[in-house]
């Protein structure tokens, strides 16, 4: 079945690049985002990325889809203190797909080091 | 301002006493749907709303009720709360179709003793 994976955390120092690795296993995937979590909030859309795409970049996000290997990324450039938050991966299908639902990884919680 | 809200924000209960959250949003959205949160786990889907009157199952609805008589309102229904049932909530919304940009309220943090 469906099925979102990512690795549960993830410690850099401030100035370093993160990167947060999902993979999935649904090929008909539409859309694949990337939500932020900051402590005791909702999520936030950070971005997302189209299907056909290989790579999105906005500002410090840069966004990698290896459609092959169904394996997503994001990367934060000269990530800061602020960026500290659970990170989610997620995948939505089509509409045919229980109206396009998305299908959320377990959430990478980033810790940024001063 | 568009959002998504929920209410209460936090809730302590006891097992089997009735109790509902509700959830609003302001955009005029199809599509709305409720998610537990729990940790290693991610967000799982309870049921999910495509329009008025239109609900259906996620991937985890045992011990949920929803209802949709209005666009705006999706309210979740615990008949009879159990302890498995202690998380944290998040209802969400988005335009059908596209590649529509999900909203989510700021969650409930429900405890069932």
């Known amino acids: 079945g469906e099925d979102v994976e990512q690795s549960l955390f993830l410690s850099v120092r401030e100035g370093d690049s993160s990167v947060i690795n999902c993979t999935y296993t649904?090929?008909?995937?539409?859309?694949l985002y990337w939500y932020k979590q900051e402590p005791g909030a909702g999520l936030q859309l950070l971005t997302y990325?189209?299907?056909?795409?290989d790579m999105k970049q906005d500002q410090r996000l840069t966004v990698l889809l290896n459609k092959k290997d169904k394996h997503l990324s994001l990367r934060i450039a000269d990530t800061q203190t602020g960026d500290s938050a659970i990170y989610f991966c997620a995948e939505r299908g089509g509409e045919r797909n229980q109206g396009g639902k998305l299908i959320f990884g377990q959430g990478t919680e980033l810790s940024v080091k001063p | 301002e568009a959002q998504v809200t929920q209410n209460p924000r936090y809730l302590i209960t006891v097992t089997g006493k009735k109790l509902t959250v509700t959830c609003s949003q302001n955009m005029n959205h199809e599509y709305m749907s409720w998610y537990r949160q729990d940790p290693g786990l991610g967000l799982r889907q309870i049921y999910y709303?495509?329009?008025?009157?239109?609900?259906d199952k996620g991937d985890v609805p045992e011990g949920y009720k929803v209802s949709r008589k209005e666009k705006r309102n999706f309210p979740l229904i615990l008949e009879s709360p159990s302890p498995n049932q202690t998380s944290l909530y998040f209802c969400a919304s988005r335009e059908r179709g596209g590649r529509h940009e999900q909203f989510f309220g700021p969650g409930t943090r429900l405890t069932v003793l």
């Open positions: 649904d090929s008909s995937s539409t859309y």
């Open positions: 709303s495509m329009n008025v009157e239109v609900t």
């Open positions: 990325i189209f299907s056909n795409m």
